[in-house]
């Protein structure tokens, strides 16, 4: 069947090493990517964690931004415009347009307050009259500061913990593991409200609370990955050759931990801003007048039944900004792990 | 190579995989035949396709595997045409395979004996207690001892070797037609190599069933298989009988395959190996695939695609050096050995069939 | 396996008294007596009172009197309400708390299940996406503010559940269903996530090889592979639901342990969180204690070796 079609003279001359450098023999045809730029393809492509991303990046530029601009004084009380609801300009949907039910009749609150036309409060005010948006936007914040701080010892303790315990292995380890499992039987909040009891409630003693307790959950996975790590050729290469182990660890160890350590620090944020919530919500943690996400969602409890905007507000942005961080924490996991879904 | 004793027959099989780069040309116009009773070896690199193959076979190729063209012809129907309800009352019952890691194949919650029973109670309709019974003939028979009492036990309890031993009773605990065996003994000791593939000769004569041998490893390969044939990138390149590929072989792919194998013969010498890698199958050659890394590459390999040429009834290549026009090569020393003694040896058999053909002719008639 | 168990109740024996000394000693820290709460005294008095609460030992003498008393389950007396012991008041306390937190857990888990399952079958299609979606929910929104709302919408709007006070199973339901949310989305996310995993392992693959069908392999084969580690998770779960009763029980009025371990923290009355520390711990402990038996009872990996690894 071969002889049917004609073929040119020269074909069967052997290939010249001019053809044969024409012929790329190690030819990859898919882009090659390395690990973090696999990771990031993977990221982009989950439109979940990518759009928590770009929420996350507004509520931090709009908490921390509030500090030079603040539509009004967060603690600034006004009894005289005192239970305003939504109002925001151009919108004229009922709930967001300053208007409410009283009396079985719909009625515009700010005229009724003796507002100008002008005055708008987007999330409406507390029952003192303090504008909610800033209000909202100054818990954020501090719901956001108590998650980095919670972050940052997440990263120095935990991952330093685990690291240590899973390297040095044997009877410090089981030691170390011992001290954390006494800890986590205890439940956390538990904890916590003791540390806040002894420190005295408020921002800092809530701070170091949660940093005491949030690291073990860090520290055990830190630990299990490191030993996983320890038993692999490129590490006992390294310790063979006589690294020095502080080196090992920087250089080896930590950046084969990145993608866990970023993971679970995605879930140890919104877990640190539920904590800092439920105090203040009960009552131990930030107290009147400042603003937390806890103390609003107590103060709008009060008034649901008659007031609901003064809850669905911080109910609202503390379930995004959770809900993001959860997002993006579950699109990095699958980023970093080329086994899950594509 | 149609022929009634054909129990599969594999046409211009064409499997493409959909991945965030492209579409993967994972199998590109394979086409084989199985006769009933024997072993055809599949032979090739890592990546060749001859899982994707017998996965298409099997109907259990990954979601994003696509058939583009070609047929599986089984009992004169096409597999590639039935449905999964039907291929579920095919897999286990006519055809059944035995995977490459027993440590990973067996369900690590569950007896073994269940395991066993379970295709006889899917397939046959078994109740469980005679199921269990025949699972408990079938342990014995691929050689666990005390399966009175092993019967009960998880996976975790049974060695590598003895894990096997149970895929493999559970692949042909329905006395399947067709068995695959994908690189059934890469993940064993050699010792146990040897062992498990002694088990898979003497069952195959016990219950008489083809065998589809996935292997890398061409030394596996002499002892089991009647016929032998070579993949590469997506391709079959050449196929024939066990000794005929063994002994002269026409592919330069199969002279890498077959000089970079240590034999008896080899002394201290480095061994030679095939240089550089397969090419990226999502962008495949145009041409002769191999032609990068073969030594004795013809213009024409860059250009246009070799077809099969005949080298006897049952022997066949797909390489431009064995056109008429072709220029004469030397093979690799190794290889010329190897056909010196091929050629002696069907000297030897002409000499012997010469001698007796009368007696074999009536003996045969006889039968 | 006896000889596992007897080290295992040994740690959990070491480990409360370990809790006992740690919030004791915290608690000798705290400024504050009994007397905080109370008019001014004469001095007679206070020496009374601080006879009655064995404060006028030196710290170590009360701190073995202590021990002894907790070993007995014997917690001192509250501050707050100073004729009650701890003892009753928690005992009479952790009938609600237990039969809500139960109550939640089972709810919680088994529609995990039911979602996270559902979720790996129909991988990538909308029912994953609305699995994933309940789940995502379920841990992002704090179970107070579900709370508030399940209270106000589902009981004061629709008037089908009472919003507060505690009677039958009737008022059970709205904070069950407030606490079971967490567990179930948690549970849901870790059996999709396993399952997921355990449908692309082989043994799945040689289960098809069967020729079995896609409903017999999910429920015979990847249903048990993937729910068994679902028993590590429920430790942490039932921390979750503790950390939850404490508000939901205080907005939904219900006499449990949780709404009186906030009103003793926001009233200093000490002994009463010691005593509802030791008994939390306890409970948590005797969940892990249980979760790691039935781990090894289930899995026959580690039936053998009588240990997890």
């Known amino acids: 069947m071969a002889d049917t079609v004609k073929l040119p003279e020269d074909s069967f001359k052997p290939m010249t090493p001019a053809d044969r450098a024409a012929l790329d023999s190690e030819k990859i045809a898919a882009p090659s990517l390395t690990f973090t730029q696999d990771a990031w393809r993977r990221l982009k492509k989950n439109r979940g964690a990518w759009v928590s991303l770009i929420i996350l990046a507004i509520v931090f530029i709009m908490a921390f931004g509030s500090i030079f601009v603040s539509p009004h004084n967060p603690n600034a009380v006004n009894p005289s415009y005192a239970n305003l609801p939504s109002k925001i300009p151009g919108i004229g949907i009922n709930g967001f347009n300053g208007t409410l039910v009283q009396a079985g009749q719909r009625i515009d609150a700010y005229q009724q307050a003796g507002a100008s036309s002008g005055t708008y409060y987007i999330m409406g005010t507390d029952y003192l009259g303090r504008d909610l948006f800033s209000r909202v936007l100054y818990g954020t914040r501090i719901s956001l500061i108590i998650a980095l701080v919670a972050t940052f010892f997440d990263l120095t303790i935990g991952v330093t913990y685990g690291m240590f315990s899973g390297w040095k292995g044997g009877r410090i380890d089981t030691f170390m593991q011992r001290v954390i499992e006494i800890i986590l039987s205890i439940p956390n909040l538990v904890v916590i409200v003791l540390l806040i009891l002894i420190l005295k409630p408020g921002m800092?003693?809530?701070?170091?609370?949660?940093?005491?307790?949030?690291?073990?959950?860090?520290?055990?996975?830190?630990?299990?990955?490191?030993?996983?790590?320890?038993?692999?050729?490129?590490?006992?290469?390294?310790?063979?050759?006589?690294?020095?182990?502080?080196?090992?660890a920087f250089k080896h160890l930590l950046p084969n931990l990145s993608s866990v350590i970023i993971i679970n620090t995605m879930f140890t944020i919104p877990n640190a801003i539920f904590f800092e919530a439920m105090l203040s919500y009960i009552g131990i943690g930030i107290s009147s007048p400042q603003a937390s996400l806890g103390t609003l969602l107590n103060d709008g409890q009060k008034n649901f039944q008659f007031l609901p905007y003064q809850m669905w507000w911080p109910a609202l942005v503390l379930s995004i900004v959770m809900l993001a961080f959860n997002l993006l924490g579950d699109g990095l996991r699958d980023a970093f792990d080329p086994r899950t879904k594509e | 190579m149609d022929n009634e004793k054909d129990i599969l027959e594999v046409r211009n099989l064409q499997v493409d995989f959909k991945t965030y780069a492209g579409d993967v040309k994972a199998i590109r116009n394979v086409s084989f035949d199985l006769r009933k009773g024997e072993t055809l070896a599949i032979v090739g690199e890592s990546g060749s396709g001859k899982s994707v193959t017998t996965r298409t076979i099997m109907g259990l190729n990954a979601t994003n595997a696509r058939i583009t063209n070609g047929s599986i012809m089984y009992k004169g129907e096409d597999l590639l045409k039935k449905s999964e309800k039907e291929m579920e009352g095919i897999r286990g019952q006519d055809i059944a395979e035995i995977f490459q890691d027993p440590m990973t194949s067996l369900d690590p919650t569950m007896k073994i004996g269940r395991q066993i029973a379970e295709p006889l109670m899917v397939h046959k309709g078994m109740k469980k207690e005679k199921a269990l019974a025949q699972a408990l003939e079938m342990m014995k028979l691929v050689g666990i001892t005390d399966a009175e009492n092993r019967i009960n036990d998880y996976p975790h309890q049974f060695s590598g070797g003895m894990r096997q031993r149970i895929v493999i009773a559970i692949a042909l605990v329905n006395y399947p037609e067709i068995l695959i065996a994908d690189e059934p003994t890469t993940a064993l000791d050699v010792t146990i190599q040897a062992q498990i593939l002694n088990l898979m000769k003497e069952l195959q004569d016990k219950i008489s069933t083809s065998i589809i041998f996935i292997t890398h490893d061409l030394g596996v390969v002499a002892g089991m298989a009647d016929r032998v044939a070579v993949m590469y990138a997506g391709k079959i390149v050449e196929y024939g009988t066990v000794d005929e590929i063994f002994y002269n072989p026409k592919h330069p792919y199969t002279w890498g395959l077959l000089s970079s194998m240590p034999t008896l013969d080899t002394k201290g010498d480095e061994l030679p190996s095939i240089p550089g890698t397969p090419p990226d199958l999502l962008d495949p050659p145009v041409g002769d695939a191999f032609a990068a890394r073969n030594q004795y590459a013809l213009k024409i390999d860059t250009e246009k695609e070799p077809p099969f040429f005949k080298v006897s009834d049952t022997h066949y290549a797909a390489t431009w050096l064995l056109h008429p026009d072709a220029p004469k090569v030397t093979p690799p020393e190794q290889i010329v050995a190897r056909q010196k003694k091929y050629a002696e040896m069907q000297a030897a058999l002409r000499k012997h069939q010469a001698d007796h053909t009368t007696p074999v002719e009536e003996e045969e008639e006889q039968q | 396996m006896a000889k596992y168990l007897a080290k295992r109740i040994f740690y959990l024996i070491l480990t409360l008294f370990i809790v006992i000394t740690v919030t004791f000693f915290l608690m000798k820290l705290l400024p504050g007596t009994p007397l905080t709460n109370q008019a001014k005294l004469s001095k007679s008095q206070i020496a009374l009172i601080y006879q009655q609460y064995g404060l006028d030992k030196p710290v170590w003498q009360q701190y073995v009197l202590y021990l002894a008393g907790a070993v007995k389950g014997d917690f001192g007396t509250s501050f707050q309400f100073s004729d009650q012991p701890v003892s009753y008041l928690i005992s009479s306390r952790i009938e609600p708390s237990l039969q809500i937190g139960l109550q939640a857990i089972i709810v919680g888990v088994i529609l995990g299940i039911v979602v996270g399952a559902f979720g790996a079958m129909k991988q990538n299609t909308w029912a994953d996406t609305t699995a994933t979606i309940v789940s995502i929910l379920g841990i992002s929104i704090p179970s107070f503010v579900l709370a508030v709302l399940l209270q106000y919408y589902l009981g004061l709007k629709a008037g089908w559940f009472p919003i507060a006070e505690w009677g039958g199973f009737i008022y059970t339901v709205l904070p069950t269903l407030a606490l079971a949310f967490t567990p179930l989305a948690e549970s849901a996310r870790f059996v999709r996530t396993e399952m997921v995993d355990v449908l692309s392992s082989d043994y799945i693959e040689l289960a098809k090889a069967k020729g079995l069908s896609r409903t017999s392999v999910i429920y015979h084969h990847a249903l048990r592979n993937s729910l068994i580690p679902l028993i590590t998770i429920v430790g942490p779960l039932?921390?979750?639901?503790?950390?939850g009763s404490m508000v939901v029980e205080n907005i939904f009025s219900i006499p449990g342990i949780g709404e009186q371990f906030v009103k003793s923290v926001l009233t200093n009355d000490y002994p009463t969180i010691m005593g509802l520390t030791i008994v939390y711990s306890f409970m948590l402990c005797v969940v892990l204690l249980i979760t790691d038996i039935l781990y090894g009872i289930v899995d026959p990996r580690i039936r053998i070796t009588g240990k997890a690894n």
């Open chain 1, 204 to 248: 800092t003693s809530i701070i170091i609370a949660i940093a005491l307790t949030s690291w073990t959950n860090m520290a055990r996975l830190v630990r299990a990955q490191t030993m996983e790590l320890k038993s692999q050729e490129y590490i006992l290469a390294a310790r063979t050759l006589g690294e020095r182990p502080l080196k090992i």
């Open chain 3, 238 to 243: 039932a921390v979750n639901i503790m950390t």
